[in-house]
Structure formats: C-alpha cells, structure tokens
C-alpha cells in the first residue's frame, strides 16, 4: 500500500481551491456569450483560464512564444509553484538568458482546460448548481484546449504568434495549433510527442483510471461533495505513469538495485529498493497538486487525440500548405513516444512541402529528457528559434 498523509479532505490533492481562486495567476474570464465550443458538442460558459507571462510584449505585438504544459505541468513554467514551492517546470529552458529568452520573447503559458490549477475543470465550481463540476464536467480534447488558448490570445490582443513550444501533451498541442490555426503560427517546436496516442499508451493511462477509479474514496467523482479524497489511487496511478517517462537504463543508473538505507532485504513488503521509495515519494508528491478527476479528463484528451482522424486518414493534410517553420525534436531512450513517431510529423510535413528540420537527440534520460539539463536541446532550441527570427526581422524590446 501506498503510504500518503490524509490532510484537509475536502482539500483534494492538496490543491485548495486552486481550481477557482489560484495563487500568482493571472486569470482570463470568458463571461455569457463568450463560449468555448467542444468537441463533445457542448459550449461551456463562463469559464476561465489562468496564465503566466514573462517578459515583455513588443511594440509590433510580434514576439510571442506560447508555451504548452504536459499532462502534469501547469502555467507555473518559469516561476515558484505556489502549492509545492518548487521552481517551475522548465526553468532549464525558459527564462533570461536562456533558450526561450524572456529579455527577447514574451512568453505566455496557460493552464489548460480540464486541469486543476485556476483553468476551469471538474474541480472548478459549476456556475449553474454551485457545487464542484465532477464528472458532470464535459470531456475535452486537444482541440477544446487549443481553441481555449487562442480565445486568450485573442482576449490578450495577440493575433500572431512567433513560436509555439511544447513537450509530450505539450507537443500534442503544438501540432494542434499548427493544423487549427497556421496563419497564427510563425514556427512551431514539438518535442517528444507524437500526431496520435498508441494502443501502449491508452493502456497505459486505462490502469491509471482505474487506480483511481478504484480507489473507495473516488466516490463516483464525488469526493469534492463529500468530503473525500482518492489519494492513494492518484498517487498509485502516479507511480505508474512516471515509469513509462523514464528509461530502463536511467533507472538502473541511478538506483539499480540498491536497498534503501538497508543492507539486507526486511523479507517484507516495505519499500526495500531505493526505486521503491522513490516511486512512492513521486505518487504522494503529486497528490499534493494534482485533482484525481483532472488527471482523468486531461489522459482522456491525450487518448483521443488523433491528427489523422480529423483529416480522412491522410496525416499530411493536416499541415496542408503550412507556412509554419517546424522543428521536430525526439529522444533515443524515449519509449512512450518514441524517434518513430517524430520521423512519421517529419514525414507528413515534408509531404504538405512544410518547411521542417529534424533532431534526434542521444540520451539515456528516457520521455523526461526534455524536461532535465540536456545542453543539446538547450543548443537546438536556442538556434532554431535565432534562425526563426532572423527570417521574421524580429524586433525585441518595449
């Protein structure tokens, strides 16, 4: 069993009304008559998006780098998290002087619809009844965040956008926003994601669900309601799902087969292995963040998302005549979206006459290496995106 402190219950995950109210946001409401239309075929209204900048806006409003958040990220890219107070979650590659530049770029991150973190999702009140949305909540796609993020843009003032990033969901979003909106994309950097989630993947994100799910405290996605909390199923599906962003040869270097603070197995089921204990911190470290019913929603979202499919089966379609400048980036030892699934983007965009470039980067740190110090995706990044503003005449500053 997973071993996680109970706190506040009605404080699920330990966000504490994050999903309404959020710390150090800024927050973007869209009132009656200002609808997101979903895929589902819902419109949902009024709802709201929190969001971060950093740096500032140009005067030709021409410098603006949309960042998109994976599936556990949020909006606190380049900035202490106000729940956790860790530092943000790219702060590697966002920031002065770093690869996504805030003394050139004005950076823009959003929370995506369906997440916990001020954005509306099933943790957010439900204006009609007062109580928390749950699973009355409509399911989302890529789609419904992308169309979403360029409400705000719009709502901001920004009608281009001189690069869009992303990693994992990130890059789902970033190809999204390229196929949805080309003529509001200069270049776009999708790194270690893929057009579609595998079979592997959905099952995956299916035995997350059920842990969740499984979980007496889940209550049918009532628990806001009643008082409780399905923590221990979150932080399980948690453990999980950080497997599969690391790399077998990662987990051996770094814990083998190491006890933890033992020399000798307890002939227990304690965490005996160091790669034990650090699971179980991953699990209870994220239930402190995290809504058990946004985790559903947003792999959901990842599940369906399927480029292809909305172009009859013809991936290429989906960048026809792109102007956008592509660089596509994966990792060796990435086996949740592994160098396969980058050269078929690589692919389609050659074959929609798509200006792209191409980078396989050789590293055992497995789906995280985008997320962890790797100089070479600093260099790429940072190249890529000097290249691109040269090409756009790129002026910086007030």
Known sequence: ????????????????????????SLIAHFGAGQPLRLDA?????????????YGTLNAERSNAVLICHA?????????????????????TMVGPGKPIDTERYFVICPNVVGACMGT?????????????????????????????????LDHLGIATLFSVAGGSMGGMQVLQ??????????????????????????????VGRQAVMADPEWRQGRYLLEGANPRRGLAVARMGAHITYLSDAALHRKFGRKFQDRENPTFSFDADFEVESYLRHQGISFVERFD????????????????????????????????????????????LFPTSD?????????????????????????????????????????????????????????
């Open 41 to 53: 075929g819902i419109e949902l209204e009024p709802f709201q998006i929190a969001y971060k900048t």
């Open 177 to 206: 926003w390229a196929a949805s909106y080309p003529e509001r994309v200069f270049s776009a950097l999708p790194i270690a994601c893929s057009t579609r989630h595998s079979a592997q993947n959905i099952a995956f994100h299916e």
């Open 292 to 335: 058990a019913n946004s985790y559903l929603y947003l792999t959901r979202a990842m599940d369906y998302f399927d480029l292809a499919a909305d172009c009859g089966g013809v991936l290429a379609s989906a960048f026809k005549d792109a102007k956008t400048r592509f660089c596509v980036v994966s990792f060796t030892s990435d086996w």
């Open 71 to 91: 599936l556990t990220g949020d909006h606190h890219v380049a900035s202490v998290h106000p729940v956790t107070g860790k530092s943000g979650w790219w702060e």
């Open 342 to 398: 980058s050269r078929a983007i690589v692919h389609a965009l050659n074959a929609a006459g798509a200006r792209v470039s191409f980078a396989e980067i050789v590293t055992d740190k497995g789906h995280d290496a985008f997320l962890l110090d790797e100089p070479e995706l600093f260099a790429i990044v940072r190249g890529f995106l000097d290249g691109a503003g040269k090409a756009r005449g790129l002026k910086v500053g007030g």
């Open 120 to 152: 509306t999702g099933p943790a957010s009140f439900n204006p009609k009844t007062g109580k928390p949305w749950g699973l009355d909540f409509p399911v989302i796609t890529v789609r419904d965040m992308v169309r979403a993020q360029a409400m705000l």
């Open 1 to 24: 069993m997973v071993e996680v402190k109970l706190g506040n219950p009605r404080d699920a995950a330990g966000v504490s009304r994050e999903a309404d109210s959020p710390r150090s």
